[in-house]
């Protein structure tokens, strides 16, 4: 590996580092240092804003249809079981009472949608897997997933263990349906949002168990 390669390499994965270090904010400096770097260097903007190829509308469609699927699989079937394997519930106290406060839900939802659904995509996906793979060759993306879910999950501390292993779950999907599309943002960012607006409107309803 090139001495730029290095550099590169150092780069791609430096945003991982406050993400765990500072669970919850720490991703807000992950995205300063992102758009920092796709400023700078210039070879990091086309694997990392890759957005879709073929039909955007029928991409959304595939990644509202994955978003539904995973937010009913980890509602209903691997947040119980990771609650039970664990022993503990998932701490949801620090996202902010929800439940019947429109204003609230709202503003959790506009954050869910833009910061969750774009920026963090954007960070563990596009960056570090998308610029990853670039720098270190296609075999390297599975291990690139692996690395930005386990980190995304580590992101969430706040919700306990078990929301750790959760969200790392729903990390691995979204990663894996970035590798499905060939590397292209769009359907992980919708199925990103879907995830987070199902949660957020079954919190707001009093319909979350």
């Not at 994955?66 to 609650?83: K, M, N, Q, R, T």
């Not at 993306?141 to 501390?157: D, E, K, N, P, Y």
Request: with cysteine.
């Amino acid at each position: 590996m090139q001495r730029s390669d290095r550099l590169y390499g150092f780069l791609c994965l430096l945003p991982l580092l406050p993400a765990v270090a500072v669970p919850g904010l720490g991703v807000l400096v992950s995205l300063a240092i992102v758009i920092l770097i796709l400023i700078f260097v210039s070879q990091s903007r086309t694997p990392t804003l890759a957005l879709s190829q073929g039909h955007p509308f029928r991409k959304a469609l595939y990644g509202l249809g994955a978003g539904l699927l995973i937010a009913v699989a980890s509602h209903v079937l691997i947040e119980p079981l990771i609650e039970q394997l664990t022993g503990h519930e998932i701490e949801l106290a620090g996202i902010g009472h929800v439940e019947g406060d429109l204003v609230n839900f709202l503003l959790l939802l506009t954050l869910g949608l833009l910061f969750g659904g774009i920026a963090e995509e954007l960070v563990f996906r596009g960056f570090v897997v998308g610029w990853g793979a670039a720098i270190f060759g296609d075999r390297a993306a599975i291990w690139l997933v692996l690395l930005s879910a386990t980190v995304f999950g580590l992101s969430h501390l706040y919700q306990g263990l078990a929301g750790v292993i959760t969200t790392g779950l729903i990390g691995l999907s979204f990663g894996l349906l970035y590798l499905w599309n060939g590397r292209k943002l769009l359907v992980p960012v919708i199925a990103h949002m879907t995830v987070n607006a199902y949660g957020l409107t079954l919190m707001y309803l009093g319909l979350y168990f």
